[in-house]
């Protein structure tokens, strides 16, 4: 099946930092999801991007489909951005979706 | 419109006993996905269901667990003499037309075995 990897497993930022996740998959993805796991447990999807960019608020995401990875931007973090980030794919005609293992974003004041 | 709703938020329950968690999807979702997550681990898949059909099962362990999706009511995971290493997270998610579409988490079920 697909491999999902992310990266960098951990981060550290103070408020206000800019920061990039990267998801990379091991095959040609039909869809690709962005998730954030806060730290009550709950999983928000934050985009549902197959392919080319797109934006909500302070975050952004592009998935270069053709070079099997995707990025996901946060821009001026705060404190309730902390958390765990998922990146999730689907692959050809697999009906599950596979996450990745995860970033662990920390913002600081 | 209500979110996906999950229960119970937590659960515990003896060695050897049954567990049951019920997920509601979406309004309008007609497909439900289970994933469980062991602490400070990622979400792996365990099934997907559609009304009243298991369309992918690849991700449940071949004894002790079942699931179900009826033509009416909840979709229901069953663990049957539930072991510690049960213990975890479960998450059901929905969407409305599989997987060309985003995919929406419940709250989750936090199933602790003594």
């Known amino acids: 099946g697909i491999q999902v990897e992310q990266s960098p497993p951990d981060l550290i930022l103070q408020e206000g930092a800019n920061s990039t996740l990267r998801c990379n998959f091991s095959?040609?993805?039909?869809?690709l999801q962005w998730f954030h796991q806060n730290p009550w447990g709950q999983l928000i999807n934050l985009f549902y991007?197959?392919?080319g960019t797109k934006q909500n608020g302070r975050l952004s995401a592009t998935t270069v489909a053709t070079e099997r990875y995707s990025l996901l931007y946060i821009s001026s973090s705060q404190t309730t951005d902390s958390g765990v980030y998922f990146c999730?794919?689907?692959?050809?005609?697999?009906?599950?979706?596979?996450f990745g293992t995860g970033t662990r974003l920390q913002v600081t004041l | 419109n209500a979110g996906v709703m999950q229960n119970p938020r937590h659960l515990v329950r003896r060695r050897g006993q049954e567990a049951r968690l019920r997920c509601s999807p979406m309004?309008?979702?007609?497909?439900v996905y289970w994933y469980r997550q062991l602490p400070e681990e990622g979400l792996k898949f365990m099934v997907y269901?559609?009304?009243?059909?298991?369309?992918?099962e690849s991700g449940m362990p071949k004894e002790r667990f079942s699931a179900e999706f009826p033509k009416e009511g909840p979709s229901i995971l069953r663990i049957q003499q539930v072991v510690r290493g049960d213990s975890a997270a479960y998450f059901c998610?929905?969407?409305?037309?599989?997987?060309?579409?985003?995919?929406?988490f419940g709250n989750g079920t936090r199933l602790t075995v003594t």
């Open positions: 998610a929905s969407s409305p037309t599989g997987r060309d579409s985003p995919l929406h």
């Open positions: 095959d040609s993805v039909n869809n």
């Open positions: 991007i197959p392919s």
């Open positions: 999730a794919a689907h692959t050809g005609t697999a009906s599950k979706l596979t």
């Open positions: 309004k309008g979702h007609s497909h």
């Open positions: 269901l559609q009304k009243e059909n298991i369309i992918d």
